[in-house]
């Protein structure tokens, strides 16, 4: 089954950290620009950080500039996003979403700018004391 599987949510206190993985099943994320996004409750999907497919060109939304850093290992066919110093408006579902844009396009001004051939599930998660 094609499908993108997001992990690595949880609930962390205020500073914290957490690293969400996103890997693709029955098929290779190489050629996909890969954009996270989230949704809070009550609130629209937003676009939180992009990385094209060689992994050479990055983006982020400005909250969490500074905070969050997107990666690649194409060899493991996973993306990452590396939150720190996390704050309580981080809670949200967290989905990742899988653009082909051809090989080494640089990330769009805005993540939501592009049509998403595939979005995994989300995950959770939640910044709270």
């Known amino acids: 089954q094609l499908r993108l599987v997001e992990s690595g949510g949880g609930l962390v206190r205020p500073g914290g950290s957490l690293r969400l993985s996103c890997t693709a099943s029955g098929f290779v994320l190489d050629y996909y620009l890969i954009s996270w996004f989230r949704q809070a409750p009550g609130k629209e999907r937003e676009g939180v950080s992009c990385?094209?497919?060689?992994?050479?060109?990055?983006d982020y939304e400005d909250s969490v500039k500074g905070r969050f850093t997107s990666s690649r290992d194409n060899a493991k066919n996973m993306v990452y996003l590396e939150m720190n110093a996390l704050e309580s408006e981080d809670t949200a579902v967290y989905y990742c979403?899988?653009?082909?844009?051809?090989?080494?396009?640089?990330?769009?001004?805005?993540?939501?700018?592009?049509?998403?051939?595939?979005w995994g599930q989300g995950t959770q998660v939640t910044v709270s004391s």
């Open positions: 990385i094209s497919s060689t992994g050479n060109n990055r």
């Open positions: 979403a899988a653009a082909w844009l051809g090989y080494g396009t640089d990330c769009p001004a805005r993540a939501a700018d592009v049509s998403y051939d595939w």
